[in-house]
């Protein structure tokens, strides 16, 4: 039987779901698709999830439910950095099970980071043999993963997110143009001291991208040929390199929110966030002494099925 599987993601800023053949080699997308809700909108000030970020959520996920359950009766269900940190997670969730009967399992940022790179290296064919890094850049937390095979050697996650770097500094949101040049520098700089710890990782000789900044960077900076695969393909990687970082950042600094939303390429609901993931990934390629990322659509949703498959199949196999 031919193993489909579906999943769905409560992210900090957006509600994701997936649909992967994995029998294929590499895994094909069936369905892939996002909706903006921003459940982690004001976490930091608050600690707590507020109510209408909840109720997009909940009407998000019913709306993914409905298209993923057509393929998998079952799916799973997580969530990454904004249900880690809540105070009200719990209440949410118990919520979200009464409302749709969907079990969702928070993940770990250990576990996030290990998905990511097996989602990552899935789709990367020979280049598995080399030394890779892999870099998500999600709403609330960055992570990173170092191996050489289709499983991580090491991993780790960082506190700072395109969502929690934009409240930080709310002027990157666009609210106005241009950004402020003093805004922009503090910005960096709070981006390089959340991301120290990725000095700490061996040299690699491949820097891949995955998360919502990075492909709509992809978008941005080449257009039609950026834009994300449809369905019942294969992620194919494209390339970005840090001086595109840079320049994309300078473009949407001299531009407001408004603006940026009908650039082509632009996901409108990632528009007052762009900036400041973009930062994240331009400050991340200098610690780690790169000058490129490696970008793909296959990331911690695939990753995660692929792994949580892998486990129940050793499971079986063990009670058999």
């Not at 998000?60 to 298209?67: F, P, Q, T």
């Not at 790179?117 to 990173?144: F, K, M, N, P």
């Not at 994300?228 to 300078?250: D, F, H, S």
Request: proline content about 5%.
């Amino acid at each position: 039987m031919t193993r489909i599987r579906g999943i769905l993601s409560i992210g900090t800023n957006s509600v994701r779901a997936l649909v992967a053949d994995l029998d294929a080699s590499p895994p094909r997308i069936l369905h892939a698709a996002s909706i903006g809700t921003r459940i982690g909108e004001g976490l930091d000030r608050t600690g707590t999830l507020g109510t209408e970020p909840m109720r997009r959520t909940i009407e998000a996920l019913r709306e993914h439910a409905r298209v993923v359950g057509a393929f998998d009766a079952h799916p799973a269900a997580i969530a990454t950095h904004a249900l880690r940190r809540a105070a009200n997670a719990d209440r949410f969730l118990e919520e979200v099970r009464g409302t749709l009967g969907i079990a969702v399992r928070v993940i770990s940022g250990d576990e996030e980071a290990r998905a990511s790179y097996r989602g990552a290296v899935s789709v990367l064919g020979d280049s598995l043999w080399e030394q890779i890094g892999v870099l998500d850049i999600g709403g609330g937390s960055t992570e990173y993963a170092y191996g050489n095979d289709r499983e991580a050697k090491r991993w780790i996650s960082c506190d700072i997110g395109a969502v929690r770097l934009t409240e930080a500094f709310p002027a990157l949101a666009g609210t106005a143009a241009p950004v402020p040049e003093t805004v922009r520098a503090a910005a960096r700089t709070r981006a390089a001291a959340m991301l120290a710890p990725l000095a700490t990782f061996p040299p690699v000789s491949l820097l891949v991208a995955v998360g919502g900044t990075m492909t709509t960077a992809v978008a941005l900076v080449h257009g039609a040929d950026g834009i994300p695969p449809a369905a019942e393909e294969t992620p194919t990687p494209v390339r970005v390199t840090k001086a595109q970082l840079g320049e994309l950042i300078a473009l949407l600094c001299s531009l407001d929110v408004h603006e940026r939303r009908v650039l082509p390429g632009m996901r409108p609901q990632r528009a007052d966030i762009m900036p400041a993931g973009l930062m994240i990934a331009e400050q991340a390629l200098e610690i780690l002494g790169g000058t490129e990322l490696l970008v793909t659509e296959a990331d911690v949703l695939l990753g995660y099925l692929l792994l949580y498959d892998e486990e129940r199949d050793t499971g079986a196999a063990r009670a058999g």
